[in-house]
């Protein structure tokens, strides 16, 4: 079934009925298969028409009635004929209609109902027996006469001009209804070809990568070795980390997280390692550290990027050796425990900028876990959109909400940098503010997302000058904000921009945008 509502999103057909209400005075109807006129703001006593017989008509209820019945007899005359389009006279007597057919693979689906012209001037002999007519029908016969002299005549090049236009209004519908039932069709066959698996745990994800992932999930569930996860923010790195543990022979035991950038040097050393009463100020009891509280379990330390040298030495010891002191302690003490670590940095870059280890780097990446971003892997989106609505709306104790087609294709298109937790957060958002609404429309999306791809145009990149010099300009920015957006994962940017990361090194050199030599913006202690 073709979608109305989503019509008046199309720009085309937006711009066919601008040009045939501004050069014809025509209003546009929408009719379905069974004679309804679909497009309801036109209904609307506010709506503002193009024609004045539309006016008359639509401004009454009894006018309303006469121009249902008007679209129902000329879309039945339609559907009985094989003829792209069909004249008919229109329900005042002195105008002329065109009523286009909207077809898809033999199936009839409506008609695009054009009101109104005149096909020949009209005479004083039809206004007097149209009047009579109109006024026996309780219409103001001034008005209509008004009306009526207003309507334009066309001539035979105008009629086949105007015909076409109709026609093409019709084209544009069907174009619009098969793209969009193709993409459908398309969603459907990739999520048939990936199976009927689309979780793992709390995990949701149909895709190829994500099917890829369940599977080295399944093949690791009854080893004991250290796991690297890696992959952007938000993408679900702590999930895979539980899944992990709780598939696991340790399920039984403490599943204990830490994030390492969340503390300071001393303060994690504590937090991890523990400490003895008195071994610096506020130590007033000796207090037990993480790797202690998971023992027989698994520790999942988040963000180990950020971890310092000196703390990365600690770590590596008490990976190889089982064996760790607190702090201000010197009894050693032994832990059992599985280490499962996450970053969204890139580890290898930090080897050969010597901020990380290589040696701790080669123990915690036993087991290697690559996590895709979402925009890598948008056909889970309906399914992952699906699940945060329906969870939301049975914790709000709200009916069940379901996305506009028009705000999912928006969905579809906007990038997610900020993956499944911007997903996530987006779709409680929508829930609060549609309210009692059970269908929630695209403009209630966040700006960003509505937005995005609007208009195409490059902010702050240069219009004048030398080409050569506007496309170094450019090539430098993309690659200062995507070395930023991905906390300087060269390897991960270089894929995204299409080069080798041989190549982009190069061009970070030339452009000088190494991180060690970038400014510092003030009071962040990050490059600017």
């Known amino acids: 079934m073709i979608n109305w509502e989503e019509l008046k999103h199309i720009h085309v057909i937006r711009k066919l009925e601008e040009i045939l209400g501004q050069w014809f005075s025509t209003d546009i109807l929408f009719v379905d298969e069974r004679g309804q006129i ?5 209904l609307e006593r506010k709506h503002e028409y193009r024609n004045p017989l539309s006016t008359m008509f639509f401004s009454r209820e009894h006018g309303r009635q006469l121009m249902a019945r008007a679209v129902t007899e ?12 069909v004249v008919v006279t229109g329900p005042a007597g002195v105008e002329s209609v065109v009523v286009s057919r909207i077809q898809v693979e033999n199936e009839f689906l409506g008609t695009v109902f054009a009101y109104c012209y005149a096909d020949t001037p009209v005479t004083e002999e039809k206004l007097r027996a149209g009047r009579q007519a109109m006024e026996a029908l309780g219409f103001d016969g001034a008005v209509f006469e008004k009306a009526a002299k207003d309507l334009r005549a066309l001539n035979e090049g105008e009629k086949k001009y105007y015909y076409e236009l109709i026609d093409l209004v019709a084209q544009e519908i069907v174009a619009f209804h ?15 070809q990936l199976g009927t698996r689309y ?8 895709s190829k990568p994500m099917q890829e992932l369940y599977a080295m999930l399944d ?4 080893s004991e070795s250290t796991v690297l996860i890696q992959g952007e923010n938000g993408t679900g790195k702590e999930l895979i980390a539980r899944a992990i543990h709780f598939n696991s022979p340790r399920k039984d035991a403490q599943f204990v997280t830490v994030n390492c950038s969340a503390f300071n040097e001393n303060l994690l ?3 991890l390692f523990g400490h003895v009463k008195g071994s610096f100020t506020g130590a007033v009891k000796d207090k037990k550290g993480l790797f202690e509280s998971a023992d027989k379990g698994t520790l999942f330390l988040d963000e180990i990027g950020d971890m310092s040298p000196t703390m990365q030495v600690k770590l590596l010891r008490v990976i190889q050796q089982g064996e760790l002191t607190p702090v201000g302690g010197t009894e050693v003490r032994k832990v059992d425990v599985r280490v499962v670590a996450a970053t969204n940095k890139d580890l290898k870059d930090m080897i050969e900028q010597g901020t990380f280890r290589e040696d701790l780097y080669y123990r915690i990446n036993v087991i290697n876990l690559v996590v895709p971003p979402l925009r890598d892997r948008k056909e889970d989106i ?3 959109v699906e699940h945060f609505m329906n969870r939301g709306c049975k914790e709000k104790g709200v009916p069940m909400k379901m996305l506009a087609k028009r705000a999912m294709e928006k969905i579809f298109d906007y990038p997610w940098p900020g993956n499944i937790r911007e997903l996530e957060n987006e779709m409680e958002r929508l829930i609060v503010l549609s309210g009692d609404e059970v269908r929630v429309a695209a403009d209630l999306l966040s700006q960003r997302i509505r937005d995005f791809g609007e208009g195409g145009k490059v902010q702050g990149v240069r219009v004048a000058g030398k080409l050569k010099d506007a496309l170094e300009e450019l090539e430098k920015t993309m690659i200062r904000e995507g070395l930023r957006r991905t906390n300087w994962n060269k390897s991960r940017l270089a894929k995204e921009l299409g080069i080798s990361r041989a190549g982009l090194i190069m061009k970070v050199e030339k452009y000088g945008l190494d991180k060690r030599r970038l400014p510092r913006q003030p009071g962040t202690g990050e490059a600017a």
């Open 199 to 206: 979780s793992y745990d709390q995990m949701i994800g149909k």
């Open 269 to 271: 050393d504590s937090e």
């Open 178 to 192: 098969t793209e969009i039932t193709k993409r459908e069709e398309r969603i459907s066959a990739l999520n048939n």
């Open 219 to 222: 093949k690791i569930k009854n």
């Open 74 to 85: 000329a879309n039945e005359k339609l559907y009985h004929t094989k003829e792209p389009h």
């Open 382 to 384: 309906p399914v992952l």
């Open 38 to 42: 679909r497009n309801h703001d036109a």
